[in-house]
């Protein structure tokens, strides 16, 4: 009845890491299916505007791994997995150089190398980029080395897709298991309804992050956590799941598009940020740690952008997390913007030829999205969920999933690698880097199980369809139960829960009201009903897609009452200071029933159990790329004199 | 539900047809659009009309196309015996005294050529007079479609050899540009209005030659390495520009021709007096 | 903040049959279509299909046609509408349609595998490729391309006459051969491929009128007929029209290429 095929490596999600992974799986020998929920090209990995992150020195010959590491390290407030960040900074120029081998086509410098520019947090010009489109080449660059493998795969075997295949429009809904190792995947097509199983020793979770959990976020319906979702059903747990990045200016007028990004280059440009009164109130947030790195006057600041030298930088360039709770406090405190964010002005700033000049894209995106001419009128900006730090825990080298042998991740799905909080730009690069060591690995993993593939257990496939069935008979579900639920109304409430109680700045009381709110809501969707039939049935889509979010939406509410600091992209005005000892501690979350029987579990304690661990010390030789003074302000006593 | 090589699932019904073949969706209007969208084609088509009529009867005409010192750019150059003496204008009696009709149809054979191949009035006569298509997304009218791959319309690739001729002839109404700097007895140093709608003329003539997408393949556009040919990729960037405009040049040149000539008729006829400047 | 109720036809159905079928729906300022198609969903139609992602313009996946034009959903704002005027949303009309708003756009996935990809130059590793700014706007201008497939439902060829769809790549895939063209170290000629003239004789560049339609709906602003499509056929001219470049090339002066 459901559709089986066999395939070395599966490879879920087709963004970046994805495609990376699948390439570096067939080059290697390894037969490979690569599974995505949309169009095969229109992966999240399009937004990203920035760069790729990779130390090539191409600018500024300072620039070397060891720099980037550091850069990477102090961003994550050094809660980074250490080995993740120095295989990524080592790595990730080669991980470019081969994309030109593949026909990307980046911006030049003078010489005819990879022309790289500055960003937040990165101490020399580092991020090599196409305009602010370099997602899209990236994406775009991918997809056409694997339609090249499938030309060559034609030309020796007459099929395009003999080793190397696509499923778009594909979800899965569960990792398969063989005791203890993996066995494929099960998953619907959207547009059939049809239920398939591909059954392989070795699945590369690669599907981003969870943004759709939160109201308003820049990220796509995509983004539900689904890859979260599969490892910890799968028995794989999730690492520091409390660190979400919100990026400080995101549209917030009209409520169509309240969310998309405004990039960062319009502050460092020359953009400044203002309230309802027209003050620049950046000047009244600078904190104490910072406070001998930012300028106090705006004289001074206006000064930096043509003597940095002998300036400090404007506060409207602090760290991502020190702006979005600027902006939150004061449109709090009631100096909104009139949609409620604040005004971002470049039109004071420059003239209009130079805004359009260096910031093409924003000023055709607020002309055709909100009507706003940013060369003559300032812009509505506001906090936007973005990025989640947290992720799957995996092996530093291998990209192997703990405690799931034949689970691998990579990408933004993984977590580790930025620790606390990702500097702009190195999320490309980790996409490469670690997409490309989970193919490598779980091409390995799977030739070495060649003889003895995972058998795929047929009651597995079918508590997998009856789950995914569900919201079909819901209907007409049992009355004691309750009426049933619209999955739209369902999610809307789950987003506005996640945004308002574990949003920005999180406070105890609320984050229990939101573990209280998500239990009542895991119970309202066993009873979310769709209408109409399987086919491209996007109720029906939804509806299953609930389960994940509430998942990995528990997971954040859990770790971040747990965690008593704030750091990065985790805020608690409770807790608002970073502490020493929580440097080395990450929290890990499993699933309560490791059976993965959903169904089970306890509506008030919830589905996560959270675990402390302690991590590794990092590496005398890469402590020493630091100054002692610096670590001192991140590392325990104990951890020093080791 | 793979990259789309798979045949779909239900075998669709009939392989041809358009926008109302069996597989697409069930709608029966060959478009939705609801703006005017007849209005741009429908324009271009009486605006090209227009000028057909109006040249074809000049051409024919053999007569009223020389008033000194103006020439009607339709006769220049005049290539049979049967012109009218021009002094020290362009009749060069090449085709000598068996030319019987108007010695206009000799030279006009390229301008006609280079603009009928010209990819704009391509693009213009396509979509005017043929409707394929009348507009974008609105369902032509025709059952089979080749384009330019056969016969007669694959001779459209001959047009950068008609650009070769454009470009003689864009010199010699520029020769003939500088003659209207005489007066109507040969006196160098005078201009009329005449001289003003030459000179707009010629500056529309060499900006539509110049912007033509054989010029811009030619000057640079084949390169493969800009960087390689400074002169050339600054010739090609410079082309380029022009030819961002062309669609307006190849109006706004056609409308000047079609002028430059009028004039000549009116003070050929003596129905206007060509007011001197000096 | 002001807000009205809008009249929508939307096209349902499948493969099967289906028709427009008659919305009135909540408008609010600054919308786009594609929020009104996502209040349709959540209100009135939870199974109403539609493909969608970053709803800004730049994955390319809500392309649909609003009053019979070819667009991207959610970069068609409401406020360009008369406020009584009844709005059509239907599926792209030159692709078999799957399910309401939602095509099947496998066409392009196979010409895209037709189009041969970039070939590497020999001797040149990862980290030594140079190549100049000017070398590369060409080809970075059509590597702006979405893939939101507009140009090729716009283009007559394959709209109107779908028995030429075997034989014609469309204008995003012809761009794509000319942006390989275009390439500074495509060395696809030393590999014995002539893209110039398999672009005439495999992907249907003669089909092309130059009527202008997928420059017309391209989203991003790219230029495809005068900077991918005329080029390329002027190219393919020095290979299979032009005797002159053909003499040049045999008597090995030097390649046309520069």
Redesign the interface.
């Known amino acids: 009845m459901v559709d089986r095929q066999e395939w070395d490596v599966v490879v879920v999600g087709a963004g970046g890491a994805g495609l990376r992974a699948a390439i570096e799986a067939r080059e290697r020998g390894a037969r490979t299916a690569v599974i995505c929920k949309?169009?095969?090209?229109?992966a999240?990995t399009?937004?990203a505007e920035g760069g790729i992150a990779a130390a090539?020195g191409n600018v500024n010959a300072g620039d070397n791994w060891q720099v980037h590491f550091r850069d990477t390290m102090r961003g994550g407030k050094f809660l980074n997995q250490w080995r993740m960040a120095e295989l990524h900074a080592q790595e990730a120029?080669?991980r470019v150089?081969?994309l030109?081998?593949?026909?990307a086509?980046f911006?030049?410098t003078k010489?005819?190398?990879i022309s790289q520019r500055n960003f937040g947090g990165h101490e020399y010009p580092r991020l090599a980029h196409?305009?602010d489109?370099t997602g899209?080449?990236l994406i775009?660059t991918l997809q056409?080395?694997i339609?090249?493998l499938?030309?060559e795969d034609?030309r020796e075997t007459g099929d395009?897709?003999a080793r190397l295949?696509?499923?778009?429009?594909?979800t899965v809904t569960r990792v398969l298991k063989d005791g203890e190792r993996v066995s494929g995947v099960f998953g619907y097509?959207r547009?059939?309804g049809r239920f398939?199983v591909l059954e392989a020793p070795a699945v590369v979770i690669a599907t981003g992050g969870i943004g759709k959990s939160f109201k308003v976020t820049s990220n796509?319906?995509?983004y539900t956590g689904d890859g979260h979702a599969l490892a910890l059903l799968a028995g794989a747990p999730l690492l520091n799941m409390e660190f979400v990045q919100f990026h400080p200016t995101g549209m917030v007028?009209?409520?169509?598009?309240k969310g998309?990004?405004v990039t960062e280059s319009v502050r460092g440009d020359g953009g400044v940020l203002r309230d309802s009164g027209g003050r620049r109130f950046m000047f009244d947030y600078v904190p104490d740690v910072f406070k001998d790195k930012y300028a106090e006057s705006e004289e001074e600041a206006d000064r930096w952008y043509d003597d940095p030298d002998h300036n400090r930088r404007p506060p409207e360039l602090l760290p991502r997390d020190e702006v979005a709770r600027a902006i939150n406090a004061e449109v709090k405190a009631g100096r909104g913007s009139p949609h409620g964010g604040v005004f971002l002005d470049v039109s004071t700033r420059m003239p209009a030829e130079v805004i359009k000049r260096r910031l093409p894209s924003m000023y055709h995106?607020f002309k055709?999205?909100?009507?706003v001419d940013i060369t003559a009128e300032p812009m509505e900006v506001g906090p936007t969920c973005h990025y989640v730090m947290g992720g799957i825990a995996v092996d530093s080298d291998s990209a192997a999933a703990r405690g799931v042998p034949g689970l691998f991740a990579a990408g933004e799905v993984a977590g580790g690698m930025h620790g606390s909080n990702r500097l702009g730009g190195n999320s490309l690069s980790d996409l490469l880097v670690f997409g490309r060591r989970a193919g490598w690995h779980a091409a390995e993993y799977a030739s070495g199980r060649a003889a003895a593939r995972p058998r795929v257990d047929d009651a597995q496939i079918d508590a997998a369809a009856a789950e995914a069935l569900r919201p079909f008979s819901a209907e007409s579900g049992e009355p004691a139960e309750g009426p049933p639920e619209?999955?739209?109304?369902l999610h809307?409430e789950l987003q506005q829960t996640m945004n308002d109680l574990v949003g920005i700045i999180r406070r105890e009381p609320e984050m229990k009201q939101a573990l209280e709110k998500l239990g009542e809501l895991r119970v309202r969707a066993r009873r979310a009903g769709?209408?109409?039939?399987r086919?491209?049935?996007?109720?029906?889509h939804l509806a299953l897609d609930l389960r994940n979010m509430l998942l990995v939406s528990e997971c954040v509410a859990r770790a971040a009452l747990e965690r008593t600091e704030s750091r990065g992209g985790h805020t608690r005005e409770d807790h608002a200071a970073m502490d020493r000892a929580w440097r080395n501690v990450n929290l890990l979350c499993a699933l309560t029933d490791p059976t993965g029987g959903l169904a089970a579990t306890d509506p008030v304690r919830g589905q996560i159990t959270l675990a402390r661990e302690t991590t590794e010390p990092i590496r005398p030789d890469l402590l020493a790329l630091f100054e002692k003074e610096e670590l001192v302000k991140y590392l325990a006593e104990e951890e020093l004199y080791e | 539900m793979a990259t789309g090589t798979e045949p779909p699932a239900t075998e669709p019904r009939p392989r041809s047809g358009g926008v109302t073949a069996g597989t697409r969706a069930a709608i029966d209007a060959p478009h939705l659009r609801t703006d005017r969208w007849w209005l741009a084609p429908a324009a271009t088509a009486a605006g090209l009309l227009a000028f057909v009529v109006y040249s074809t009867w000049r051409a024919f005409a053999n007569a009223d196309y020389y008033a000194a010192p103006y020439v009607s750019p339709f006769y220049s150059p005049c290539l049979a015996e049967n012109c009218v003496p021009m002094k020290a204008g362009p009749n060069w009696e090449i085709f000598g005294s068996w030319w019987g009709i108007s010695p206009a149809i000799i030279i006009l054979i390229f301008p006609l050529g280079f603009r009928l191949t010209c990819y704009y009035y391509r693009k213009a006569y396509y979509r005017g007079f043929w409707a394929s298509p009348p507009a974008c997304a609105v369902a032509e009218p025709h059952r089979k479609y080749t384009g330019e791959t056969r016969f007669p319309l694959i001779l459209q690739n001959i047009h950068r050899y008609f650009f070769y001729a454009a470009v003689p002839v864009a010199v010699i109404l520029t020769y003939d540009t500088v003659l209207a700097f005489r007066d109507e007895r040969y006196d160098w140093g005078h201009m009329g209005l005449g001289t003003l709608v030459f000179l707009v003329n010629i500056v529309l003539i060499w900006a539509y030659t110049l912007s033509c997408h054989s010029c811009r393949h030619i000057v640079g556009g084949k390169l493969k390495h800009f960087s390689r040919h400074p002169v050339r990729y600054r010739m090609w960037q410079w082309v380029s520009r022009l030819n961002a405009r062309h669609m307006q040049l190849a109006w706004a040149s056609l409308l000047s021709v079609a002028l430059a000539d009028l004039y000549v008729y009116l003070v050929a006829s003596g129905a206007f007096d060509d007011p001197r400047f000096f | 903040m002001s807000s009205y109720e809008a009249r929508f036809k939307v096209w349902r159905g499948d493969v099967e049959g289906g028709g427009l079928e008659d919305f009135a729906v909540e408008v609010n300022d600054g919308e786009v279509v594609l929020d009104i198609i996502h209040r349709l969903q959540a209100t009135q139609a939870p199974d109403l299909a539609v493909r969608w992602n970053c709803k800004a313009g730049k994955c390319g996946s809500c392309s649909a046609e609003v009053n019979g034009r070819p667009r991207l959903m959610c970069m068609t704002r409401m406020s360009v509408f008369d406020r009584d005027e009844t709005i059509t949303v239907t599926p792209l009309r030159a692709f078999p349609v799957i399910r309401d708003l939602v095509t099947d756009v496998g066409f392009n996935y196979t010409k895209a595998r037709q189009v041969p990809a970039f070939v590497p130059p020999e001797g040149l590793g990862p980290g030594e490729y140079r190549m100049m700014q000017e070398d590369v706007d060409r080809s970075q201008e059509f590597r702006k391309c979405i893939e939101c497939f507009l140009c090729q439902d716009t283009c007559h060829v394959v709209r109107d006459h779908e028995e030429n769809k075997p034989a014609f790549a469309g204008p995003r895939f012809l761009m794509r051969v000319a942006e390989l063209d275009m390439h500074p170290l495509d060395a696809a000629e030393e590999a014995g491929l002539d893209r110039r003239r398999t672009a005439q004789d495999e992907h249907g560049l003669g089909y092309c009128n130059i009527t202008k339609c997928c420059t017309e709906v391209c989203p991003e602003g790219i230029k495809i007929t005068d900077n991918a499509l005329i080029p390329l056929k002027e190219r393919t001219v020095d290979r299979k029209y032009d005797p002159l470049v053909w003499l040049g090339s045999k008597i090995g002066r030097r390649s046309s290429a520069g």
């Open positions: 949309s169009l095969f090209g229109k999240h399009v937004m090539m120029p080669q150089w081969e030109e081998t593949w026909g086509l911006d030049r010489d005819g190398r196409v305009g489109r899209l080449e775009r056409q080395k339609v090249a499938q030309q034609f395009y897709e295949k696509v499923f778009q429009e594909c097509e547009e059939s398939f796509s319906w995509e007028w009209p409520p169509s598009v998309i990004l995106q055709e999205l909100a009507d619209n999955p739209y109304t809307q769709v209408e109409g039939h086919q491209f049935n996007p109720g029906w």
